[in-house]
């Protein structure tokens, strides 16, 4: 480990580890650290991802792909359910991964491509000059160490405290923070080629339950429910719980994660001199399912490519690295975010009976390509119950 370099990198996850990739590819040299003992560990979300937004990043290996689903299930609070199948659903169903695996795959490609990467290494305070970031103080092994880099990239994830310590408010309201466990369960009946998505005020408050297949009979079985809902004997773990003793009562637990996900609007601004965030960090998260693996790939590949521009210009200001901020809000991705904020905001309030009446009219519904706007536009032909309530929605995202 060197004492400068042109890109550091903090966080070993999807986002942190295509940043260092792309930079080294390129040619500049690169330093990733990972706070964790281990790339990938603990596993802290649902490991989905639809399989043309992998495509644009690695290709598919059977090493570290658990299961290939084939289609969805949304389950009502009454028990109906509705399938939509790959035909329709397209891009919205994919591979399940092993992100123990896959995550490494990502860092070893950073590390084939020439960037150094340390584990067990904390980024503990940054380096500043005025308002300039200039890289980190890095807690190794228990000892410190300046580390000064032209670029720095936060990619530290939901609880990244580096932004903050920048002078960037990071903060993320209570209610949308969605609390969330999972079990990585085995020993249970499912079907391989099926997610399922459970919502209701009694299974998951203003949140959704999901079954998210890893093998014949083996499947993380997880929960986020909104933060303002959780409280002694009613919290994620509790739902969980409750859900599962129902279920799927002689299987057996292997794995147990809890944690928050970030449900809200993105950061104001995800630029300052001198550093650029992505992924979680970003709250680049869908705000609608709290997936988050192609967006902080994305905003980490893109944040190297406005990056590398702006460091061969001579200057890494926040007026330079504007057009990834910029960029990113203007992609698809971006404004999936913006919308699917509204949607949530609008879904969180809804009924049960609401919730019901929604999936029974979505199940009579012939779609011949699945989105979220032309499902809305057809229950509201056929639900006139809903009207008010789904034209508001309409209104809000249009």
């Known amino acids: 480990m060197r004492e400068t370099y042109d890109f550091l990198v903090i966080g070993g996850g999807p986002g942190g580890a295509i940043a260092a990739r792309t930079a080294a590819s390129a040619g500049y040299s690169v330093l990733l650290v990972e706070k964790r003992p281990a790339i990938g560990a603990p596993v802290r979300c649902a490991e989905g991802i639809g399989k043309e937004a992998l495509a644009e990043f690695i290709r598919p290996d059977e090493r570290w792909i658990s ?175 409750r859900f599962v003793r129902e279920k799927f009562p002689n299987g057996k637990t292997i794995e147990c994660v809890a944690g928050g996900v970030s449900v809200c609007r993105p950061l104001d601004t995800t630029v300052m001199d001198g550093l650029m965030v992505v992924g979680d960090a970003a709250r680049v998260v869908d705000p609608m399912t709290g997936g988050g693996i192609y967006n902080a790939m994305f905003t980490g590949r893109l944040a190297v490519q406005v990056g590398t521009q702006a460091l061969s210009d001579g200057r890494p200001t926040k007026e330079a690295l504007m057009p990834y901020d910029r960029q990113w809000r203007e992609s698809p991705m971006g404004r999936s975010i913006a919308r699917n904020w509204h949607i949530k905001e609008k879904f969180i309030t809804l009924s049960d009976a609401k919730l019901n009446a929604i999936i029974h009219s979505a199940k009579a519904i012939d779609l011949k390509d699945f989105s979220t706007i032309s499902l809305i536009k057809e229950i509201m032909k056929r639900n006139p119950l809903l009207l008010a309530d789904l034209a508001g929605l309409m209104a809000s995202i249009s």
Not at 128 to 155: F, N, P, Q, R
Not at 208 to 220: D, H, Q, S, V
């Open 67 to 241: 299961a290939e689903v084939n289609r969805a299930e949304l389950v009502a609070p009454d028990g109906v359910s509705m399938m939509i199948e790959s035909e329709v659903a397209g891009s919205k169903v994919g591979y399940i991964l092993d992100r123990k695996f896959f995550d490494r795959e990502l860092v070893w490609q950073a590390a084939e491509a020439g960037s150094d990467v340390r584990v067990k290494t904390r980024a503990s305070a940054p380096i500043m000059e005025g308002t300039v970031v200039k890289g980190a103080v890095l807690d190794v092994c228990g000892s410190k160490k300046k580390v000064y880099a032209d670029l720095t990239i936060a990619a530290d994830g939901v609880e990244s405290k580096f932004t903050r310590w920048c002078g960037m408010d990071t903060t993320v309201p209570v209610r949308e923070i969605m609390s969330s466990a999972q079990y990585l369960m085995t020993d249970i009946d499912i079907d391989p080629v099926t997610t399922v998505f459970y919502f209701g005020t009694k299974i998951a408050p203003e949140g959704y339950l999901w079954i998210f297949p890893k093998g014949e009979r083996t499947a993380n079985v997880g929960i986020g429910i909104s933060g303002k809902k959780s409280g002694p004997g009613n919290r994620a773990k509790d739902y969980l719980d």
